[in-house]
């Protein structure tokens, strides 16, 4: 029996579909109705048509300020750190390591993140690090509970995320590019510059996409690194979901929350297209 | 290996060498695909180097670009070792074999590309100017602003091209530039490149393993096999006078029969085949073997229905034969010497009517044809 191409695409599709539509839209959905609404005084959500929950968001300024710092600054980072390492694993290191140290990349993953986080809140606490540099006569320092903690918690966290993209954009750029290039008279750095790195934008796109939008939503690290202090918007919505069950206000903290990581990704987007990158190339967009 | 008078002078000066060979070993791990190659490239000239897959052309190639270090010996460019010097210093450029355009690159930034590395900077009007001169060289004027991807095979070749001249390179580089064409793109192609390389009266080196095109372009080719460079020498040269067996076999269609030397006078040799035929044929070489290999062209063969007394004859049956306008092919099985290829050209196969599958023949092999063959090394 002829299968025809609408019958195939839509028996492609239908699974997706529906996981997306049950899963996703109608969540959301439930969210911006939500956020138009009012708090029952038992806690949850009553019926309404007010603006009053998003005339509240100042309430919460600190944890977007936190998360909109410390998320990009994260993002930054572990771009930093992962591209170096991406570019040594595809492009220097032999064959014969290549894949031992991928995996070691991937090793932390094996555990959970909390357990990985509390044992940096061994590191960085009073008898980790800042005991070490005491030793050494190197001053007191604070490190566990700051920004700065946080900071490395998610650097940590999401270096696997930022490195694997951009591993694979370089693994797939065509070797023979850099010797014509070479041939052409640029010396390895600016090859580096003018070919490497161009052609491995749609890699740090990917990873710095996913980084960024799961560090927006990330609230079990700075709960855990943070300790109350540092906290994230991540943390604002469990508090007001499951705590203070002010369903209402929390819909609208999420709604302002994903309408500014959307105007983020879009500038993100734009301004890396303009570093000349093709469409289909960018492989989350 | 044959050396004409004239390369022997050529060596003595040294200044018509573009670019030389000298001791040049390569080894990956266990493999030698580089085994001391010696060998003087001249000024202006097209030279192939041809050989079946896998024999070192390519490594040799990218010693020259810088690509490759040698592990033994030196590379010389214009006189100058080249040792010390990596590749964005080297006055070569490549035409590489899958073209390795920029992608991200217009066709007009990827032929710019060489113009625009020059320090101290080249002023915009000046690059831009100069690509559309390249440009037009390879006929492509209208294509600048569009993308390498949008191009055909062809296309994208010429583009290729033009970025490695830019740079008036002194050697441009080209690793199997017409692998990817079609016959017929292909043929277009290799007359473009002569054209281009007459009019810069630049020195090409090309890699290929196909042997006709070696034949038909370059004005010297050298014949490598597992990492050696067997004999280097004009296509006719290496047509007329291979040095060996792995040469007479490579380049153009050949019958290669064993005999025995029975008798040697001024410089050839008389030979008894495996058939009992009795031939007397040119020695390069005179080395004093009995057992000899000797080579002779299809063409050099005629065939009869009488035996004619003048002639070595070897008697043969005629197998096939395949009709080829200016030519007909004949293949022939005799006894003791297995399958003989012998060409006809069409007016001597009118004059004497020529010969059908299953005749019983002559093949006649005239005095002073053919050449006995040095030993493979
Ligand atoms: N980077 C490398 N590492 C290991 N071995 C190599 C490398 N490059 C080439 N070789 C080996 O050296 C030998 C010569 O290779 P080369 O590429 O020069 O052959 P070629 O004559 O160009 O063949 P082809 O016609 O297939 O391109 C081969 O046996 C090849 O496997
Ligand atoms: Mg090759």
Request: hydrophobic share 45%.
């Amino acid at each position: 029996m002829a299968i025809t191409q609408a019958r195939a695409r839509a028996l492609l599709l239908t699974p997706a579909g529906l996981w997306y539509a049950a899963l996703l839209l109608f969540p959301l959905a439930v969210v911006l109705i939500f956020s138009f609404g009012e708090r029952n005084p038992i806690g949850g959500y009553a019926p309404g048509f007010t603006l009053e929950q998003y005339a509240n968001l100042p309430a919460r300024f600190a944890a977007f300020r936190n998360t909109l710092t410390l998320a990009p600054l994260g993002t930054v980072a572990a771009l930093l750190i992962a591209y170096p390492l991406a570019y040594y694993l595809a492009i220097k290191v032999s064959v014969r390591w290549k894949t031992t140290l991928l995996i070691l990349v991937i090793v932390p993953f094996w555990t959970s993140i909390l357990i990985r986080s509390y044992a940096w809140i061994y590191l960085l606490g009073g008898n980790g690090i800042p005991a070490l540099l005491e030793a050494f006569g190197l001053g007191e320092l604070r490190l566990i509970n700051t920004p700065f903690a946080v900071l490395v918690g998610i650097v940590y966290g999401y270096l696997p995320l930022m490195v694997f993209p951009i591993y694979v954009a370089l693994e797939k750029l065509d070797k023979s590019l850099l010797e014509a290039a070479s041939d052409l008279g640029a010396p390895p750095w600016r090859s580096f510059l003018q070919i490497t790195l161009p052609m491995s934008m749609p890699g740090v796109m990917t990873g710095s996409m996913l980084v960024f939008i799961l560090l927006t939503g990330e609230f079990l690290i700075p709960a855990i690194l943070g300790g109350g202090k540092v906290f994230f918007v991540g943390n604002a919505l469990v508090d007001l979901f499951l705590q203070s069950r002010n369903w209402a206000f929390g819909s609208a903290v999420a709604v302002a929350l994903i309408v500014i990581m959307l105007i983020v990704v879009a500038l993100y987007t734009r301004a890396v297209r303009r570093f000349g990158v093709r469409r289909d190339d960018v492989g989350l967009m | 290996m044959r050396s004409s008078s004239e390369e022997g002078a050529a060596q003595d000066t040294g200044s018509e060498h573009v670019a030389e060979f000298i001791d040049v070993s390569k080894r990956f791990g266990d493999i030698l695909a580089a085994d001391r190659l010696n060998l003087g490239i001249r000024r202006g000239e097209f030279l192939s180097f041809l050989g079946p897959s896998g024999c070192g052309k390519t490594t040799a190639l990218r010693m020259l670009a810088g690509f490759e270090p040698p592990s033994e010996g030196t590379v010389r460019i214009d006189a100058t070792d080249m040792s010390a010097v990596p590749s964005h210093r080297r006055p070569v450029n490549m035409v590489f074999q899958h073209y390795a355009l920029f992608p991200h690159m217009t066709v007009a930034q990827n032929v710019g590309y060489g113009l625009r590395q020059r320090r101290p900077r080249l002023p915009k009007s000046e690059i831009g100017a100069q690509v559309d001169k390249a440009l037009a060289t390879v006929r492509l004027s209208d294509f600048g602003t569009r993308r390498v991807w949008e191009l055909s095979g062809g296309q994208q070749q010429r583009v290729a091209l033009a970025r490695a001249i830019i740079n008036e390179p002194t050697i441009l580089l080209l690793d199997e530039p017409m692998a990817a064409l079609d016959a017929k793109l292909r043929a277009e192609m290799q007359r473009e490149l002569l054209d281009l390389q007459r009019s810069l009266g630049i020195t090409f080196v090309l890699v290929t393993h196909d042997q006709e095109e070696a034949l038909s372009m370059s004005d010297r080719i050298c014949i490598m096999g597992r990492g050696r460079i067997v004999q280097v020498g004009t296509p006719q040269d290496l047509y007329d006078r291979p040095c060996n067996r792995y040469v007479a076999d490579f380049v153009g269609k050949a019958n290669i029969l064993s005999g025995e030397v029975v008798a040697r006078e001024a410089g050839q040799a008389r030979v008894v085949l495996g058939c009992g035929a009795e031939v007397l044929v040119p020695e390069g070489n005179p080395d004093g073997r009995r057992h000899v290999d000797v080579v002779i062209r299809p063409e050099c063969l005629s065939l009869s229905a009488t035996h004619q007394d003048e002639d070595a004859a070897i008697r043969a049956r005629v197998t096939h034969r395949t009709f080829l306008g200016d030519h007909t092919e004949y293949l022939l099985q005799a006894e003791g010497t297995g399958l003989l290829q012998v060409n006809l050209p069409r007016q001597a196969e009118r004059t004497s009517g020529g010969h059908g599958v299953g005749d019983d023949v002559h093949i006649l092999w005239a005095a002073g044809t053919g050449l006995v063959l040095a030993a493979d090394d």
